[in-house]
């Protein structure tokens, strides 16, 4: 695990720190920088082993990336953020918000999940497995399917070719690393004690298990509210900008 993130920062104002989804990296959030920079000081890192990150020798769990976080805040002197995650980046955050109530202010969960099924987790095992075996060329298509809708695929698009060129560049060791440390997370005790007001994001279309979670969610952090993003699956940040970029800004700007 690096010792400190290298952090990507635009704009002014209360830190929003963001995290994206697995097999992605920061560049995830370039196309909404320009509009939250109006707000926010928007601040994106790359994930171990994504981007411009090194790739991890050892194995880790979604709470040493949770804990990494929290260091790297502390040596920058922020002592109060925003923060938003994506999938892996959600589940980041359910970690960090139960164990640091102080620095979150207010707090975004897009697509994400407190827990996996046993079948996902089996999932996760072979998907970790064949990354090792040959990388994740394979795997591309497969992944793009549950990233968006058909419609959305067959427009086939800018987004589409970032996506297929990020995840065809990425060392299959740290995403099979990532898949380990996604399948063996369970933060059900710990979501229950965020306090900071949430936003709870998810695509209309998206697996039934993140959406069954987005409902979760709402019963069971105190301060929270789901909004739908339709005409979307799992990456309905990407696929509904424009219904993301108004979510978010409306949740932020909200006193």
Not at 78 to 87: H, K, R
Not at 134 to 157: C, P, R, S, V
Not at 225 to 231: A, E, G, I, M, R
Request: aromatic content about 10%; proline content about 2%.
């Amino acid at each position: 695990m690096p010792d400190s993130i290298e952090f990507f920062s635009s704009g002014s104002g209360r830190p929003l720190i963001m995290i994206h989804p697995l097999g992605l990296d920061h560049r995830t959030w370039d196309y909404c920088l320009g509009e939250l920079s109006k707000y926010r000081t928007v601040m994106t890192y790359d994930l171990p082993g994504h981007g411009l990150s090194p790739h991890s020798e050892q194995n880790y769990s979604i709470e040493d990336l949770s804990h990494s976080l929290k260091v790297s805040l502390t040596d920058l002197g922020i002592v109060e953020a925003d923060f938003l995650g994506l999938s892996i980046g959600g589940m980041i955050l359910q970690d960090f918000a139960a164990k640091n109530p102080d620095i979150i202010n207010k707090l975004i969960l897009v697509s994400t999940t407190n827990k996996y099924s046993q079948e996902w987790q089996a999932n996760w095992t072979q998907r970790a497995a064949k990354a090792r075996e040959g990388g994740l060329q394979d795997m591309i298509d497969q992944f793009l399917d549950a990233f968006f809708t058909e419609d959305y695929l067959e427009a086939n698009n800018q987004v589409i070719d970032y996506c297929r060129a990020t995840i065809s560049k990425m060392n299959g060791e740290s995403y099979a690393k990532a898949c380990e440390a996604l399948s063996a997370c369970n933060l059900e005790d710990s979501t229950s004690l965020i306090k900071s007001e949430t936003l709870i994001l998810c695509g209309d279309q998206d697996n039934i298990l993140f959406r069954d979670a987005a409902y979760w969610f709402e019963r069971n952090i105190q301060n929270s509210k789901v909004k739908w993003l339709t005409d979307a699956k799992h990456l309905s940040v990407l696929e509904q900008q424009e219904k993301f970029l108004n979510e978010v800004i409306s949740f932020l700007k909200a006193s």
